[in-house]
């Protein structure tokens, strides 16, 4: 076998491509042909001493080990398939469980930018609830989903939406206040598989509908939680982690986009009235006046003044004639219809406009709020004080400035009539009606020029 080695390397260059000669590369050939044929005999000897030293046991021995060979073979065989089989099946479990998640995360990312651009399509908080209503339906269909929200005094909830088809015959939560609701007081989501556990909230107990699951979902609105949403389900059954997600989102969505329509409600509210009372301010009432006449809305105008109230300011103080004016207001405002308009025209004059209304009503309504006045102060905690009113109508003159002044020198006649009376202008020509004087900044107390 070295000969036959050696006889092989020697061909080595030759397999390279090395250049020898015809004599050379004869030899060399010849050299390797005599070894291979020295390796061959001496095999075939060496196999014909195996065949006859060889017994019939050693055979059977062989033959055993043979057999077991191949059983181990096929059962690792068998092992590294399964393993391959079942890594295979893990990986291909992962890959569908991460496209199923990308799927929810794809659709999840859909639903909330629709709901975005929706929920600014709203302009009020009403169009807000009945767009929620539909989405709630559309994203989890079998939930019944309502929302409450507290009032102003944040004492108390009211439902502002159910995605029930018959609510007045459907169970809702029964908490009445902020305060009341575990949510709420927390300030994160709770779940409850089932009305009838231990820890369950109070308010899912003694259902007439009987037991149920429930989701309760804090609704935070500038920062301040003043809401929950509320959604049951089968008892003992959850919903799945991609209906919760929407019902957090949409909540989170809907809160804020509510949020924005407050804050631009209030400043809206800020730029149109004024601060110290709330009423009006001159500008917004023209405005809306404006409206008025261009619809063809007749309407009556109250000029009115507080009677005296130079001397009620500078005798118990301007903190007391801000109480006077803010109680005043109130109690114009509660003597209104909604439609009506009510604004401070400056300092302590006022102006009330009544839409669809004749001279007649008009002097009852006024009289009421002289009334009502009288009422209020028998309190004591503001010092008694009275009001002057004159009364046109939009008949009695052309344009809002006009009819202005009308009431203006109506007023002007029941200030120099006694005061505390409602006073009615009588039918002006065109050559009586005078522009009234501009009114005083709010600040002033004055009453310079005019009959107190």
């Not at 409450?148 to 005094?153: E, G, K, R, V």
């Not at 015959?169 to 949510?183: E, F, K, L, Q, R």
């Not at 002097?363 to 009502?372: A, F, K, N, P, S």
């Amino acid at each position: 076998m070295a000969t036959f080695t050696a006889s092989i390397g020697k061909l080595t260059p030759v397999a390279s491509g090395t250049h020898v000669s015809a004599a050379e590369f004869t030899a060399v050939v010849s050299a390797e042909r005599v070894a291979f044929g020295r390796a061959w005999d001496l095999t075939s000897s060496i196999d014909q001493q195996l065949r006859q030293t060889i017994t019939a046991p050693d055979a059977q021995d062989v033959t055993e080990k043979f057999h077991t060979a191949r059983s181990l073979m096929i059962l690792v065989g068998g092992i590294a398939f399964l393993l391959a089989l079942a890594t295979a099946v893990a990986f291909a479990r992962r890959a569908a469980r991460r496209e199923r998640t990308q799927r929810q995360d794809a659709q999840r990312l859909a639903y909330g930018t629709e709901l975005q651009q929706a929920l600014e399509l709203s302009k009020s908080e009403h169009a807000v609830y009945n767009l929620l209503t539909k989405a709630l339906r559309d994203a989890v269909p079998q939930l019944d989903v309502e929302m409450l929200i507290a009032d102003s005094s944040r004492a108390h909830f009211s439902r502002v939406l159910t995605t029930t088809n018959d609510p007045e015959h459907t169970d809702g939560c029964g908490v009445v206040s902020p305060n009341d609701c575990p949510a709420t007081t927390r300030g994160h989501t709770m779940q409850f598989a089932s009305s009838d556990m231990l820890s369950a909230c109070p308010y899912l107990q003694d259902r007439p509908t009987g037991t149920c699951s429930a989701v309760c979902v804090p609704v935070s609105i500038a920062g301040r939680t003043v809401g929950v949403r509320h959604a049951t389900g089968p008892n003992h059954t959850l919903p799945a982690a991609g209906d919760l997600e929407n019902l957090e989102l949409s909540a989170r969505r809907a809160a804020e986009r509510i949020a924005l329509l407050r804050t631009f409600e209030r400043s809206e509210t800020q730029a149109r009235t004024v601060p110290l009372t709330g009423l009006l301010n001159r500008r917004s009432l023209e405005n809306q006046v404006r409206d008025l006449t261009n619809d063809g809305v007749p309407y009556a105008l109250a000029y009115g003044d507080l009677d005296h109230f130079k001397i009620l300011n500078d005798t118990h103080g301007h903190e007391t004639g801000d109480q006077a004016l803010r109680l005043f207001s109130r109690i114009m405002r509660d003597s209104v219809r909604p439609t009506d308009l009510v604004a401070r025209y400056g300092g302590e004059e006022f102006v009330v406009i009544l839409p669809d209304c004749g001279a007649d009503t008009a002097t009852i309504v006024l009289e009421r709020i002289r009334e009502q006045l009288a009422i209020a102060l028998t309190s004591g905690r503001v010092p008694t004080f009275t009001v002057s009113f004159g009364l046109a109508t939009s008949a009695d003159a052309p344009t809002f400035d006009e009819t202005l002044a009308v009431a203006d020198q109506a007023l002007l006649t029941a200030k120099t009539a006694g005061r505390n009376r409602v006073h009615v202008a009588a039918q002006p020509t065109p050559d009586s009606i005078t522009k009234p004087e501009p009114p005083r900044p709010q600040t002033d107390t004055t009453l310079a020029g005019r009959v107190l």
